[in-house]
């Protein structure tokens, strides 16, 4: 969730190498009316169509409806931004609910933004964002999800944040567990993105409910301005090292995606080598869809990414 999603945050508050099927096999598939057979489910994280649903030409209770209808995609992932004063609404979590079901669509994940920084080294302040986010545990549980995904932001040296992030957050996967909802963290930017550094907080916590959520772009660890987000990344983590050191600890994964070549294949991520990695770390669970780019449509955008998974994935499954 990087570029645009931090600006509307901010005003809120060598291990597959050589492999089979590269981009030049991937432009050669053909798309059949058939969805190809794969080692993972789709998913379409509520981002993609962001810019909707800030300009108000979507609203959030319509999202499960359309991902169905205009993608064909049955797991839907929301951001709470887009209903962040509903989190306690059991009437409007029933409605939402309700046309899920009606839709043939299943809630997979909460995505969880503005609720305070689990890894601060203010103790008050960390508690405070762990009770932030009880709500959205609640919530998610409401809604048949067994997921919500949360940051681990901290200011402060990586040792410092780590053990900050290690306490907050197992805090808060001890409240998951007694509701039975996985709380997972995203490489969202700084510390966050670096593998090493999430998967040691991982492997401190030591708890079935709580892991990551690996998006195959966000992986800037250094950028000019303050904060994980902002001004221009100056240093990077290697994205294919990077998803694997988390994979092991995944209960989703994010296809982050900005721009496509003339064959379709992502210009910023090799999706035969990064999905050969998911498959290998033995992951069968849901991929969700994840465009940012701004040179076509998100519309276009949702379908290109599709089409690229599907692909991608059927050449390696």
């Known amino acids: 969730m990087p570029t645009n999603r931090r600006h509307f945050l901010q005003q809120l508050g060598g291990l597959a190498a050589g492999i089979g099927a590269g981009p030049s096999a991937l432009a050669s598939f053909a798309s059949t009316s058939t969805a190809p057979k794969l080692f993972f489910e789709i998913s379409l994280a509520q981002w993609s169509l962001h810019k909707a649903l800030f ?12 991902a169905k209808r205009d993608y064909g995609i049955g797991a839907v992932e ?9 989190a306690k609404d059991e009437k409007y979590l029933a409605e939402l609910l309700k046309r899920c079901h009606d839709n043939g669509v299943k809630n ?20 405070q ?8 545990v609640d919530a998610a549980k409401f809604l048949g999800c067994v997921t919500i995904r949360v940051n681990a932001f901290g200011e402060g040296s990586a040792e410092d944040v780590q053990k900050a992030a290690i306490d907050g957050l197992g805090r808060l996967g001890e409240y998951g567990a007694k509701v039975g909802i996985n709380i997972i963290v995203e490489n969202h930017g700084g510390y966050t ?9 991982m492997k401190a916590i030591n708890k079935p409910n709580v892991g990551t959520l690996p998006d195959f772009g966000n ?8 904060g994980p987000w902002e001004g221009k990344c100056i240093e990077e983590y290697d994205r294919y090292k990077g998803v694997s050191e988390l994979m092991p600890f995944a209960k989703g994964a994010s296809a982050k995606t900005y721009d496509f070549d003339a064959a379709g294949n992502c210009v910023e ?20 869809i994840e465009f940012e780019g701004d040179k076509i449509s998100e519309e276009e955008g949702i379908r290109k990414t599709k089409v690229l ?3 991608a994935g059927a050449a390696i499954s």
């Open 55 to 66: 300009a108000k030409k979507l609203d959030n209770l319509d999202f499960p409806l359309v």
């Open 193 to 201: 993105s670096n593998g090493v550094w999430l998967s040691g907080v």
């Open 269 to 288: 991520t090799d999706y035969a080598k990064m999905l050969k990695i998911v498959r290998d770390a033995g992951f069968r669970g849901y991929v969700g």
């Open 108 to 127: 997979h994940l909460i995505m969880c933004d503005a609720e305070g920084s689990l890894a601060s080294l203010n103790d008050k302040e960390r508690l």
């Open 309 to 311: 998974l599907e692909k």
């Open 219 to 226: 992986f800037c660890v250094k950028r000019d301005g303050k």
């Open 78 to 86: 929301y951001v709470n931004q887009f209903f962040k004063d509903k």
């Open 129 to 136: 964002a762990v009770d932030n986010h009880y709500k959205w």
